[in-house]
Protein backbone atom coordinates (compact mmCIF):
# COMPACT_ATOMS: atom_id res chain seq x y z
CA UNK A 1 0.00 0.00 0.00
CA UNK A 2 2.63 2.28 1.04
CA UNK A 3 3.83 1.84 -3.08
CA UNK A 4 0.10 2.81 -4.02
CA UNK A 5 0.31 5.82 -2.11
CA UNK A 6 3.70 7.06 -2.77
CA UNK A 7 2.55 7.38 -6.21
CA UNK A 8 -0.88 8.67 -5.50
CA UNK A 9 -2.80 5.94 -7.39
CA UNK A 10 -6.09 6.57 -5.70
CA UNK A 11 -6.50 2.81 -5.18
CA UNK A 12 -6.02 0.43 -2.40
CA UNK A 13 -4.31 -3.33 -2.54
CA UNK A 14 -7.49 -4.82 -2.20
CA UNK A 15 -9.27 -2.38 -4.75
CA UNK A 16 -6.63 -3.84 -7.22
CA UNK A 17 -7.16 -7.64 -6.06
CA UNK A 18 -11.45 -7.60 -6.20
CA UNK A 19 -10.43 -6.01 -9.59
CA UNK A 20 -8.22 -8.62 -10.90
CA UNK A 21 -10.84 -11.16 -9.15
CA UNK A 22 -13.45 -9.93 -11.90
CA UNK A 23 -11.13 -9.79 -14.44
CA UNK A 24 -10.63 -13.84 -13.84
CA UNK A 25 -14.20 -14.46 -12.98
CA UNK A 26 -14.98 -13.38 -16.41
CA UNK A 27 -12.08 -15.27 -17.87
CA UNK A 28 -10.64 -11.84 -19.72
CA UNK A 29 -6.53 -12.00 -19.80
CA UNK A 30 -5.25 -8.94 -17.88
CA UNK A 31 -1.46 -7.38 -18.25
CA UNK A 32 -0.43 -5.91 -15.08
CA UNK A 33 1.16 -2.24 -14.90
CA UNK A 34 3.90 -3.12 -12.37
CA UNK A 35 6.73 -0.45 -11.10
CA UNK A 36 9.17 -2.67 -9.11
CA UNK A 37 11.84 -0.14 -8.18
CA UNK A 38 12.48 3.49 -7.85
CA UNK A 39 14.24 5.40 -5.32
CA UNK A 40 12.74 4.56 -2.04
CA UNK A 41 12.02 0.71 -2.46
CA UNK A 42 13.16 -1.15 0.19
CA UNK A 43 13.64 -5.08 0.89
CA UNK A 44 10.43 -5.15 3.06
CA UNK A 45 8.03 -3.06 0.19
CA UNK A 46 9.16 -5.38 -2.29
CA UNK A 47 8.90 -8.81 0.06
CA UNK A 48 4.89 -7.66 0.02
CA UNK A 49 5.02 -6.87 -3.40
CA UNK A 50 6.23 -10.59 -4.06
CA UNK A 51 3.89 -11.81 -1.90
CA UNK A 52 0.75 -10.14 -3.82
CA UNK A 53 2.24 -11.23 -6.61
CA UNK A 54 1.89 -14.98 -5.47
CA UNK A 55 -1.70 -14.23 -4.79
CA UNK A 56 -2.18 -12.90 -8.09
CA UNK A 57 -1.20 -16.08 -9.68
CA UNK A 58 -2.21 -18.63 -6.89
CA UNK A 59 -5.32 -18.59 -9.40
CA UNK A 60 -5.61 -19.06 -12.94
CA UNK A 61 -2.17 -17.69 -13.52
CA UNK A 62 -2.52 -18.45 -17.39
CA UNK A 63 -4.60 -14.96 -17.56
CA UNK A 64 -2.12 -12.82 -16.45
CA UNK A 65 0.32 -12.25 -19.05
CA UNK A 66 3.54 -10.47 -20.07
CA UNK A 67 5.30 -11.23 -16.68
CA UNK A 68 8.28 -8.84 -17.45
CA UNK A 69 6.55 -6.09 -14.87
CA UNK A 70 9.22 -6.77 -12.27
CA UNK A 71 12.35 -5.23 -13.70
CA UNK A 72 10.40 -1.36 -14.48
CA UNK A 73 12.23 1.45 -12.63
CA UNK A 74 10.51 4.67 -11.78
CA UNK A 75 10.94 7.30 -14.75
CA UNK A 76 8.87 10.22 -13.19
CA UNK A 77 6.98 12.54 -15.73
CA UNK A 78 7.94 16.47 -15.60
CA UNK A 79 6.36 18.90 -12.95
CA UNK A 80 4.90 15.86 -10.69
CA UNK A 81 6.03 16.13 -7.08
CA UNK A 82 7.88 12.73 -8.05
CA UNK A 83 9.34 13.96 -10.69
CA UNK A 84 10.45 17.00 -8.65
CA UNK A 85 11.69 15.07 -5.83
CA UNK A 86 14.34 13.16 -8.07
CA UNK A 87 15.40 16.08 -10.13
CA UNK A 88 16.20 17.85 -6.70
CA UNK A 89 17.93 14.43 -5.46
CA UNK A 90 19.53 13.70 -8.59
CA UNK A 91 18.92 10.35 -8.91
CA UNK A 92 17.56 9.71 -12.34
CA UNK A 93 19.24 10.49 -15.49
CA UNK A 94 19.57 10.03 -19.04
CA UNK A 95 23.12 10.36 -20.53
CA UNK A 96 24.17 13.70 -21.42
CA UNK A 97 25.20 12.16 -24.93
CA UNK A 98 21.44 10.68 -25.28
CA UNK A 99 20.02 13.75 -24.56
CA UNK A 100 20.25 15.19 -27.68
CA UNK A 101 18.65 11.96 -29.20
CA UNK A 102 15.30 12.92 -27.54
CA UNK A 103 12.68 14.67 -28.86
CA UNK A 104 11.59 17.96 -26.68
CA UNK A 105 8.58 15.96 -25.68
CA UNK A 106 10.79 13.02 -24.55
CA UNK A 107 12.72 15.04 -22.74
CA UNK A 108 9.51 16.81 -21.07
CA UNK A 109 8.67 13.06 -20.40
CA UNK A 110 11.36 11.70 -18.99
CA UNK A 111 12.24 14.59 -16.98
CA UNK A 112 16.00 12.89 -16.20
CA UNK A 113 15.39 9.68 -17.04
CA UNK A 114 14.49 6.24 -14.88
CA UNK A 115 16.58 6.37 -11.14
CA UNK A 116 19.59 5.20 -11.64
CA UNK A 117 20.33 5.80 -7.52
CA UNK A 118 18.63 4.08 -4.56
CA UNK A 119 18.50 4.93 -0.99
CA UNK A 120 19.47 1.36 -0.43
CA UNK A 121 22.55 0.65 -2.97
CA UNK A 122 21.43 -3.11 -2.33
CA UNK A 123 18.65 -2.34 -4.60
CA UNK A 124 20.65 -1.10 -7.55
CA UNK A 125 22.55 -4.73 -7.72
CA UNK A 126 18.76 -6.23 -7.14
CA UNK A 127 17.58 -4.65 -10.36
CA UNK A 128 20.71 -5.76 -12.53
CA UNK A 129 19.34 -9.24 -11.38
CA UNK A 130 15.89 -8.36 -11.99
CA UNK A 131 17.12 -7.42 -15.69
CA UNK A 132 19.03 -10.72 -16.21
CA UNK A 133 15.66 -12.47 -15.19
CA UNK A 134 13.41 -10.25 -17.50
CA UNK A 135 16.22 -11.22 -20.21
CA UNK A 136 16.29 -14.35 -19.94
CA UNK A 137 12.28 -14.30 -19.94
CA UNK A 138 11.80 -12.28 -23.02
CA UNK A 139 14.99 -14.45 -25.58
CA UNK A 140 12.87 -17.58 -24.61
CA UNK A 141 9.16 -16.02 -25.05
CA UNK A 142 10.80 -14.49 -28.59
CA UNK A 143 11.77 -17.68 -29.63
CA UNK A 144 8.84 -19.48 -28.65
CA UNK A 145 6.16 -17.00 -30.81
CA UNK A 146 9.01 -17.61 -33.68
CA UNK A 147 8.41 -20.80 -33.83
CA UNK A 148 4.63 -20.16 -33.80
CA UNK A 149 4.68 -17.85 -36.51
CA UNK A 150 6.64 -20.11 -38.49
CA UNK A 151 4.30 -23.09 -37.75
CA UNK A 152 0.91 -20.92 -38.61
CA UNK A 153 2.01 -19.60 -41.56
CA UNK A 154 3.06 -22.71 -42.99
CA UNK A 155 6.95 -22.27 -43.30
CA UNK A 156 6.88 -25.44 -40.98
CA UNK A 157 4.55 -27.93 -41.63
CA UNK A 158 5.10 -30.88 -39.14
CA UNK A 159 2.60 -33.82 -38.89
CA UNK A 160 -0.62 -33.92 -37.32
CA UNK A 161 -0.04 -35.52 -34.00
CA UNK A 162 3.72 -33.07 -33.97
CA UNK A 163 1.88 -29.73 -34.78
CA UNK A 164 -0.34 -30.46 -31.68
CA UNK A 165 2.32 -31.44 -29.33
CA UNK A 166 3.83 -28.10 -30.34
CA UNK A 167 0.47 -26.12 -29.24
CA UNK A 168 -0.04 -27.87 -26.09
CA UNK A 169 3.48 -27.32 -25.60
CA UNK A 170 3.60 -23.68 -26.33
CA UNK A 171 0.19 -23.46 -24.51
CA UNK A 172 1.69 -24.96 -21.39
CA UNK A 173 4.99 -22.60 -21.78
CA UNK A 174 3.03 -19.64 -21.71
CA UNK A 175 0.11 -20.36 -19.63
CA UNK A 176 2.93 -21.11 -16.82
CA UNK A 177 5.17 -18.30 -17.30
CA UNK A 178 3.82 -15.89 -15.01
CA UNK A 179 3.39 -18.42 -12.18
CA UNK A 180 7.47 -19.01 -12.48
CA UNK A 181 8.49 -15.69 -13.40
CA UNK A 182 7.35 -14.27 -9.90
CA UNK A 183 8.55 -17.16 -8.20
CA UNK A 184 11.96 -16.36 -9.27
CA UNK A 185 11.93 -12.75 -8.57
CA UNK A 186 11.16 -13.59 -4.95
CA UNK A 187 13.80 -16.04 -4.96
CA UNK A 188 16.22 -13.62 -6.14
CA UNK A 189 14.81 -10.81 -4.23
CA UNK A 190 15.47 -13.11 -0.76
CA UNK A 191 19.05 -14.07 -1.86
CA UNK A 192 19.91 -10.37 -2.27
CA UNK A 193 18.64 -9.36 1.19
CA UNK A 194 20.44 -12.08 2.72
CA UNK A 195 23.95 -11.77 0.55
CA UNK A 196 27.15 -11.16 2.59
CA UNK A 197 28.50 -9.23 0.08
CA UNK A 198 27.27 -8.12 -3.56
CA UNK A 199 30.21 -8.34 -6.46
CA UNK A 200 30.38 -9.88 -9.93
CA UNK A 201 31.08 -13.38 -8.38
CA UNK A 202 27.47 -13.14 -6.96
CA UNK A 203 26.10 -11.66 -10.08
CA UNK A 204 27.87 -14.21 -12.20
CA UNK A 205 26.45 -16.77 -9.88
CA UNK A 206 22.45 -15.87 -9.65
CA UNK A 207 22.57 -15.41 -13.57
CA UNK A 208 23.66 -18.70 -14.09
CA UNK A 209 21.39 -19.87 -11.89
CA UNK A 210 18.71 -18.32 -13.59
CA UNK A 211 19.62 -19.50 -17.04
CA UNK A 212 19.50 -23.28 -14.94
CA UNK A 213 16.06 -22.48 -13.97
CA UNK A 214 14.55 -21.08 -16.68
CA UNK A 215 16.36 -24.69 -18.95
CA UNK A 216 14.29 -26.53 -16.21
CA UNK A 217 11.13 -24.45 -16.93
CA UNK A 218 10.93 -24.62 -20.94
CA UNK A 219 12.34 -28.65 -20.89
CA UNK A 220 8.93 -29.33 -18.47
CA UNK A 221 6.45 -26.83 -20.42
CA UNK A 222 7.68 -27.02 -23.66
CA UNK A 223 10.04 -30.25 -23.78
CA UNK A 224 13.14 -28.61 -25.15
CA UNK A 225 15.63 -25.63 -24.56
CA UNK A 226 14.24 -21.95 -25.83
CA UNK A 227 17.72 -20.39 -26.15
CA UNK A 228 20.97 -20.47 -28.25
CA UNK A 229 23.77 -21.56 -26.27
CA UNK A 230 24.98 -20.31 -22.96
CA UNK A 231 27.69 -17.12 -23.04
CA UNK A 232 28.17 -15.73 -19.66
CA UNK A 233 31.47 -13.78 -18.94
CA UNK A 234 32.10 -11.79 -15.47
CA UNK A 235 34.15 -9.01 -17.43
CA UNK A 236 30.71 -8.01 -18.32
CA UNK A 237 29.92 -7.71 -14.68
CA UNK A 238 32.31 -5.70 -13.44
Same mark, same amino acid.
Given at each position: ?????????????????? *?? *? @???????????? $??? $?????? $?????? /????? %?????? /???????? @???????????????????? *??????????????????? %????????????????????????? @? !?????????????????????????????????? !???????? /????????????? @????????????????????????????? $????????????? %?????? /???
Amino acid at each position: QAVLDRYRKGTTVEQNHE *AI *A @ILKKLEIRLRMG $FIS $FDYHTS $FSELRR /NVAHL %RRVVSE /NAQLVTQP @IFFQNMMSPLEDTPLGREYE *ARGVSGVPWNARSLLSEQQ %RRLVRGGAVVRFSDPRIAFLCEVAR @I !LGSEILQRSTVLENRLSDLFSLRVTPSGAEHDDH !LANALSWF /NHLTAFSVDQFGE @IVTEVEQAQSLDPRLLLSLHERITDRCDE $FDTRHYRELLRGP %RSVQTD /NFC
